[in-house]
């Protein structure tokens, strides 16, 4: 089946640090892809959807100038958390899906857990 | 008012028992319907997709209500290895076909 893998699995940094976190499909060309946050006990929220070659899309509520994306190609989605601080520490998750349409189904890379100092 | 809204929980059940999960939808113009499983710390795995007519799989059965814009998912012959949080989904039918998540519903599946 369709395999999205996330680099890195888990990252702890101090506060003021910028993280980058890696989204690959393997053997599908991800035409769309997501990134979700999940804290403690919460649900997954939508940050933002990107396709390839455009600027993402921002979910109300989501700082584009903190959390900045790029999908630059058909396999790889980046996220960076810039200047990250201890309220940023959550599970992030990247989903992947080939197609812009809404048949396709969605593909999830095992996650990141980010941890802040 | 959420998009998508669960009961927390914890649903605390023997094993062998028969567990139901509700799940309620704003928007109207939602498209399709999915059941997920997330085990802690892990990334959710669809369980399955909802159909208007209802679907069956194993010992799971999913309903859809688009009339009262509610989702349902059954849990039959509960077993220890079902104990998880278990996330509806919905997917607009916007240019983006996003997948918005309802909070969960933790499972604990007792002996």
């Known amino acids: 089946g369709a395999v999205v893998s996330q680099h890195p699995s888990r990252v702890i940094c101090k506060s003021g640090t910028s993280v980058k976190i890696e989204c690959r499909s393997l053997d599908f060309q991800a035409t769309t892809m997501f990134w979700y946050r999940q804290f403690p006990k919460q649900s997954l929220m939508l940050m933002a959807t990107?396709?390839?070659?455009?600027?993402?899309?921002?979910e109300q509520g989501v700082e584009k100038d903190k959390f900045l994306i790029n999908h630059a190609s058909l396999t790889l989605s980046t996220l960076t958390v810039t200047s990250a601080h201890p309220e940023d520490s959550s599970f992030y998750i990247c989903?992947?899906?080939?197609?812009?349409?809404?048949?396709?189904?969605?593909?999830f890379g095992d996650g990141t857990r980010l941890s802040i100092l | 008012r959420k998009e998508v809204e669960q009961d927390p929980g914890p649903f605390n059940v023997p094993e062998g028992a028969t567990v139901a999960f509700n799940c309620t939808y704003s928007?109207?113009?939602?498209?399709?319907f999915f059941w997920y499983r997330q085990d802690c710390r892990k990334e959710p795995k669809l369980l399955m997709s909802v159909y208007s007519s209802g679907n069956e799989d194993g010992r799971f059965t999913a309903q859809l209500n688009r009339a009262s814009q509610y989702i349902s998912l059954l849990i039959r012959d509960s077993k220890l290895s079902d104990s998880a949080t278990y996330l509806c989904a919905v997917k607009y039918m916007d240019s983006s076909y996003k997948l918005i998540f309802g909070s969960g519903t933790r499972l604990l599946v007792r002996p």
């Open positions: 928007n109207s113009a939602s498209q399709s």
């Open positions: 990107s396709n390839e070659g455009s600027k993402a899309t921002y």
């Open positions: 989903s992947a899906r080939s197609g812009s349409g809404g048949g396709q189904p969605q593909h």
